[in-house]
């Protein structure tokens, strides 16, 4: 069943490679987690395939991310229950990823990490963490592999994730934007401003960003009860000024 549902999925090598030998759930796997849709997607995949995730690692640069608090990244490790392994990389980018994918393995046996890219950023540098794990002895596996745009945000809104957008780019988004939920009336906007303006309709080339509130993974769901809305380079961002973990409403 499993190997069939990796068809289905249209799921990269080796991943097929994991499921078609029965190591799914015997491989010790990490996913590259910043916070968004796309990391929670990638969870929610790789638990469908019988993956067992180790721990969640997020890499921290210098200059804090605005659109994925590190402060959320943390409640939403806690609400999953899996552990934050927090990996602090700088100039130069490519050398501190590979000691910190290094480190990782090290220091958790991780013998593959699970990415949310669900394609290469150009023809020339292919996918950035493949080349990063690159004789470091740990697969990299991508189960949003080359799965169409819309498809990805229809499985996510249909698994019941609350996601709300946290950053968006003018001129293609006013800051009404900013905290709202994504979901198929919010899908159909996007779909409008994509015809209209050839946005990409997952924000691959960082059109807006979002943070995931609420998955089926999560034990609890994070509140997010006050922000305020900036602008910086070009775009408008949610400030998280408090937010908490709550029970689920049954």
Request: proline share 3%.
């Amino acid at each position: 069943m499993l190997v069939a549902m990796a068809q289905h999925l249209n799921i990269n090598y080796a991943i097929k490679w994991a499921v078609n030998r029965g190591r799914s759930s015997s491989l010790r796997v990490a996913i590259s987690w910043s916070g968004g849709k796309d990391s929670c997607l990638a969870y929610l995949k790789a638990v469908q395939l019988g993956f067992s995730i180790s721990c969640l690692v997020t890499f921290l640069w210098e200059k804090p991310s605005l659109a994925h608090p590190l402060s959320i990244i943390e409640l939403q490790a806690k609400a999953s229950g899996t552990r934050l392994y927090k990996a602090r990389v700088r100039e130069p980018y490519f050398e501190q990823y590979r000691q910190a994918i290094r480190d990782l393995v090290k220091e958790n046996n991780i013998e593959a990490i699970i990415v949310g890219d669900i394609a290469p950023l150009d023809a020339f540098h292919g996918n950035w963490m493949e080349n990063v794990c690159q004789g470091l002895g740990i697969r990299v596996l991508k189960p949003l592999w080359e799965i169409e745009r819309r498809k990805l945000l229809e499985d996510l809104i249909s698994s019941h994730c609350k996601v709300v957008f946290s950053c968006v780019k003018k001129p293609w988004f006013s800051e009404s934007w900013v905290g709202r939920e994504l979901d198929w009336e919010s899908l159909g906007e996007l779909e409008k401003l994509s015809r209209e303006y050839g946005i990409d309709l997952s924000g691959e080339n960082g059109e807006y960003h979002t943070l995931v509130l609420d998955a089926p993974f999560f034990k609890e769901t994070i509140k997010i009860s006050r922000y305020s809305i900036d602008s910086h380079n070009g775009s408008f961002y949610m400030r998280v000024e408090e937010a908490f973990l709550e029970p689920k409403s049954s």
